[in-house]
């Protein structure tokens, strides 16, 4: 059967937009379906995302124009799947197009349409809150930016077709059914909110001010109904009182849904801390069961929450709301911990709802031929996370379970490598190659400058007076052309951009908005498609340097800004194009660790056809797991295991090395050379390998307690050593009451985060007793139980089977008695107050820590960074969660934060489909940003070898100058610092450029 290059990813959300550019980038053709008329899914409603607090359309925008401008990705909106024929490898699938009665090839986004249509219609994207045309745009930074007509209030009176310019307007355009041919689809439809109508304790629908919160995400949003005030829907007031409730439509077998949403709990301690910056007349309390901020950075987030913005947490569920209906107000009532209830008035809910599958699961389960779950979200394996039961297709996102952005995006990343593996054999035979206009040669010109300004809705806009600074940006010298945008970042800004430079002759381009950590690349990539060298670029960051950090000081903002801008300008007359050299990309992949997380990432590369190195630094493959009998699912992991080593020895494609450390890591991306030793036989010749790609998979190491008399006493175990009993029949029969305590070198201030895994395994532990044994007693000591996800499942089930669950506060942890030869507990419970608990046996659920040392020597050959917690700091949290800043070096597994078996697989497999990303071509680009050395100047002192920390500098013992290698250098300009005799610069910031910039700050 021949196989297809090409792949058709179902849903335009952020798991189906990094899909699509992974396979785009790795050398397929990708269709994106999306059933509304643009993509960017429930990321493009939010406000601002955590832990960081990104403007969440800030962050997403880059990926939105990236996907709608790729030359091999097409996007077919306003459409549904009907029918799929064929096997894995080779597909037809039948889409419906649904007219959009605007012609969206000719509508050029200009939105007049709209603005004259009489017609109203509701706004869906605003959750409904506000009034649309009937010729509308999803949202307004939509990719594609075409406009469609709402037949179903079109009264048909012409105005927009009368209006529109480029003749869009086509009122009786007819729905179009395709099919396309592809060998692989990636199912990635996202998920529904719950809805809290039926809900009538809660008063959603009838009171008001009882919002929901992706309602309270639009009020928050600069586009949204109130432009980013906080104001109550029933008269506009500010809410001084604003309570969130948790858990509704989850945790809840009777009238809602029995999982957990896994988001809940971070996203309403986000919307709280963003409410109370956006108006700081607002006091959030958050109502809570438990909280679960088991990611990474997660507690700290939640502590930063109640430290700094004084956010309150009761642990209550709410029984029932009231209305005053004197002032709207609500009236919440509740029981304490200690038992009392309380009645208290607040001026505004929000109901924090928990994800559902979405709408059409059934539908798509039946086209496809694929089993979903007992809730209706698709069925995948713990081993096996992103593959569903149907060959060839493959899951991510929202659908497979809930899931937060970032577990979306490394999902949505390792469908990607599946479909990587099944069609490698016809990669590159369908993609087209993107063509630029020749560039533009500015050499002699005078600079003609442009100055975009972004309003980013509030988040600039808010505090800076733009329309002030784009005035005075025209005053500068040789700024020929000054606009403000709403979004700079969208994908029409991106098209006036292009338009300006052309009808101005523009031959620099400066964008004042955000950072350009995330933003450059994208203006660098739409100033090169308007013919500039992408090098003629400067951002101005009036976002980070002067809104966020001047909030409340709107004058200092402004000011600010303009020095900005005015430096900006002042380089931006002197900057001059770079060029990129371009690099051959070594095939071959190091992998480092060889744990589950490095066996599944080496044999996704193997399983391509390329050469993979495995390190492992014991005598053993396995890691961590070797500890595991069996996930909480119930699957056997020692099997697994034995079959993924075996698998691993036995392709010939991948050459493993035993009790071997990294010696030395010399190169970059494409070009690296690593020297092993071997640990076994020091004095054995070392082995150097070339290639092209590096994947930290270097695990992580289990606390050991020096706490509550652990190796002092054998009836103190860890979770692994009960394990170990339980499953080979190893606990003395004379043990019968059994407590566990949780959080056992976690979330402490040694190790302040949650270790993910440890509430899982001790439900996972109790169940298995309990089913080994009815009869033996078993308390867990906890301060929250986190069984996120589909997990809550397996805590009802340990509590039905009759396990004690007791919590206990932070600060007044369990303690452990030995009296005489009997050891008893001491606990002051928040729930039930002071009790004695004699056991026979401890269990301590201890947490993961990284391998410090370890990691502390490898940071610094690979060049990248470790967090406060010594793991290894991924580029974005969000978007580029298994990449580092470093291009070429990818991590995954516990080498990145706590996490279980199957989110180590899908780590794994991302990295896979990220990597394939370089390795799917034969040469690369380097950066342009690079030192360059005056040979003339330098004396040859060798100061700048010490100083760089890439080895991208080399001293040229004929001469005795220093060369520096453009492909090793990273920009950082240490170099250029530590150089004595000034004879090193960086291009694009020599000297020249930054006195100039220095002499405009006054």
């Not at 104001?231 to 009777?254: M, N, T, W, Y």
């Not at 900005?564 to 051959?584: C, F, G, H, W, Y």
Request: charge should be negative; hydrophobic fraction near 35%.
């Amino acid at each position: 059967m021949e196989k297809i290059g090409a792949v058709l990813v179902i849903g335009g959300g952020i798991a189906g937009i990094q899909s699509a550019l992974d396979l785009a980038d790795s050398g397929y053709k990708v269709y994106v379906s999306e059933k509304t008329t643009g993509i960017g899914g429930v990321m493009s409603q939010l406000d601002k995302t955590f832990p960081t607090n990104d403007c969440s359309m800030c962050i997403l925008s880059p990926k939105l124009v990236e996907a709608g401008r790729h030359p091999n990705i097409e996007l077919l909106i306003n459409a549904n799947i009907v029918k799929l024929d064929g096997e894995a490898g080779n597909f037809n699938v039948n889409i419906l197009k649904k007219a959009l009665f605007i012609n969206s090839e000719k509508c050029t986004g200009c939105g007049i349409c709209g603005q004259q249509c009489p017609v109203e219609g509701i706004d869906i994207y605003n959750e409904n809150m506000v009034i649309n045309s009937a010729a509308f745009v999803k949202y307004p930074q939509s990719v594609p930016l075409v406009f469609s007509i709402n037949r179903d209030k079109c009264i048909g009176c012409g105005i927009c077709e009368a209006v529109c310019k480029a003749h869009a307007v086509e009122y009786f355009q007819q729905d179009e059914e395709i099919t396309i041919n592809v060998g692989a689809i990636i199912l990635a439809p996202g998920f529904d909110e719950f809805d809290p109508a039926p809900l009538q304790v809660y008063g959603y629908g009838k009171y008001p001010n009882v919002v929901s919160s992706i309602e309270f995400e639009r009020i928050l949003s600069a586009s949204g109904p109130y432009t980013g005030m906080v104001l109550r829907p029933s008269d506009g007031d500010i809410p001084e009182k604003v309570a969130f409730l948790q858990c509704i439509g989850s945790r809840d077998i009777h009238h809602a849904k029995p999982y957990c949403s896994s988001v809940c709990c971070m996203y309403t301690a986000k919307e709280a801390v963003i409410a109370k910056e956006h108006q700081h007349q607002v006091n959030p309390t958050i109502f809570t069961m438990d909280i679960r901020a088991y990611g990474k950075d997660f507690d700290k987030y939640i502590i930063r929450a109640q430290d700094e913005y004084g956010i309150k947490y009761i642990r209550s569920r709410i029984s029932s709301i009231e209305e005053n209906p004197d002032n709207k107000n609500l009236i919440l009532s509740y029981e304490s911990e200690n038992g009392s209830l309380i009645t208290e008035e607040y001026n505004m809910v929000v109901l924090s709802v928990g994800l559902n599958p979405p709408d059409d699961a059934i539908k798509l389960s039946k086209i496809f031929g694929f089993e979903l779950n007992e809730y209706n979200f698709c069925q995948t394996d713990t081993f096996t996370p992103s593959k569903t039961s149907k060959p060839g297709i493959f899951v991510c996102g929202a659908f497979a379970a809930p899931k937060d952005i970032p577990e979306s995006v490394i999902q949505a990343s390792a469908s990607a490598a599946h479909a990587n593996i099944l069609l490698h054999s016809v990669r590159n035979s369908l993609v087209t190659k993107k063509e630029y206009p020749p560039e533009i040669n500015v050499e002699g010109q005078p600079p003609r400058i442009g100055v975009f300004v972004c309003h980013c809705g509030v988040n600039i806009g808010g505090y800076v007076d733009v329309p002030d600074v784009v005035k005075y940006a025209e005053t500068l010298e040789n700024v020929e052309y000054a606009e403000r945008n709403l979004y700079t970042c969208s994908a029409d800004t991106q098209t006036k951009i292009v338009e300006s430079i052309k009808e101005n002759n523009l031959n620099r381009v400066i964008v004042a908005s955000c950072t350009p950590r995330t933003h450059e690349p994208l203006f660098q990539e739409t100033i090169r498609e308007a013919g500039l060298n992408p090098y003629l670029f400067e951002m101005a960051n009036i976002r980070d340097q002067c809104s966020w950090v001047h909030m409340h000081e709107p004058v200092a903002a402004t000011a600010k800004s303009k020095d900005l801008v005015r430096m900006a300008v002042s380089k931006a007359n002197k900057i001059e194009p770079l060029q990129r050299t371009i690099l051959d990309m070594n095939h071959n992949v190091l992998v480092i660790g060889g744990g589950i997380s490095g066996l599944t990432a080496a044999l996704g590369f193997a399983e391509q056809g390329f050469m993979t190195y495995l390190v492992e630094k014991t005598a053993e493959l396995g890691g961590h797991a070797k500890n595991i009998y069996a996930t909480i699912e119930g699957n056997n992991v020692q099997e697994y295991l034995s079959n993924i080593v075996k698998n691993a020895k036995n392709n010939e494609n991948l050459k493993i090395f035993l009790d071997t450390e990294i010696d030395t890591i010399e190169g970059f991306v494409g070009n690296f050379e690593t020297t092993l030793k071997s640990m076994e036989n020091k004095e054995s010749e070392e082995n150097t390998l070339e290639h092209g790609i590096i994947v930290v998979a270097t695990g992580g190491e289990q606390y050991q307690p020096t706490e509550y008399l652990y190796t002092k006493d054998p009836r103190v175990v860890t979770q692994i050593d009960f394990e170990k009993m339980l499953f080979e029949n190893e606990l003395d029969e004379k043990v019968n009451k059994i407590v566990m305590i949780q959080c056992i070198g976690s979330r402490n201030d040694e190790n302040p985060y949650c270790s993910r895994v440890c509430c899982a395994e001790a439900v996972k532990n109790s169940i298995k007793l309990k089913d080994l044994y009815p009869e033996k007693e078993i308390i867990v000591l906890f301060r929250d139980i986190r069984t996120y996800g589909l997990k809550e499942k397996y805590y009802r089930e340990a509590r039905s089977k009759g396990v004690m669950f007791i919590r206990f506060d932070q600060d007044l942890p369990p303690e452990l008695e030995k009296k005489g030869k009997n050891l008893v507990i001491h606990l002051d419970s928040p729930n039930i107050g002071k009790i004695d608990i004699d056991l026979d046996l401890l269990v301590l659920s201890v947490g993961i820590h990284p391998p410090y040392e370890s990691n502390e020597i490898l940071a610094p050959m690979l060049k990248v960074p470790l967090n406060d917690d010594k793991f290894f700091l991924e580029a974005h949290v969000k978007l580029r969660p298994v990449d580092f800043a470093t291009a070429g070096v990818f991590v995954c597994g516990l080498a990145h934060s706590p996490r279980s078996i199957d989110e180590s697989i899908m780590q794994a497999n991302a990295v896979v489909s990220r990597a394939s990303t370089y390795l799917s071509k034969d040469e690369i680009e380097s950066e342009g940003i690079v030192a360059h050395v005056d040979i003339s100047k330098c004396s040859g002192c060798g100061l700048c070898i010490e100083t760089c920390a890439y080895s991208a500098i080399k001293m040229d013992e004929e001469k005795m100058v220093v060369e520096i290698n453009s492909g090793l250098c990273k920009g950082c300009g240490a170099c250029v610092s530590s150089c004595r005799g000034s004879a090193i610069d960086l291009l694009g910031f020599t000297d020249e450029e930054l006195y100039l910039v220095i002499n405009e700050f006054k």
